[in-house]
């Protein structure tokens, strides 16, 4: 059975920073792709960003030049700095990874950008 688990969201102001962490707990496996979606209350989840095992990145226009995805290989662990944060970055934040035909979510992390 494959767990993500997240941690690193928070209470943040306006211009600040943080960073998330996503790693599998309990099985080892290798994610073809792995990333972050989000969902703002009253919104659709939509995608924020993502990266293959290659290293191939992208990214949602609207993060672009502030966000930063990276992923550790050998930890299967993928990581979501966020910088420059705005209020409409406020959104429950939830990882994925991509095995096969098959897609795992972790349970998400909240990110509160508020003065």
């Known amino acids: 059975q494959v767990q993500l688990v997240e941690s690193g969201g928070g209470l943040v102001q306006p211009g600040g920073s943080l960073r998330l962490s996503c790693a599998p707990s309990?099985?080892?496996?290798?994610?073809?792709?792995m990333g972050w979606h989000r969902q703002a209350p009253g919104k659709q989840r939509e995608l924020v960003a993502s990266?293959?095992?290659?290293?191939?990145?992208n990214y949602a226009d609207s993060v672009k030049g502030r966000f930063a995805i990276s992923r550790n290989n050998t930890k299967n662990t993928v990581y979501l700095q966020m910088n420059s944060l705005k209020p409409e970055d406020t959104a429950v934040y939830y990882c994925?990874?991509?095995?096969?035909?098959?897609?795992?979510w972790g349970q998400g992390t909240q990110v509160t950008v508020s003065s």
């Open positions: 994925y990874a991509v095995l096969g035909l098959v897609t795992y």
């Open positions: 309990g099985s080892i496996f290798s994610a073809s792709r």
């Open positions: 990266i293959t095992n290659g290293g191939f990145t």
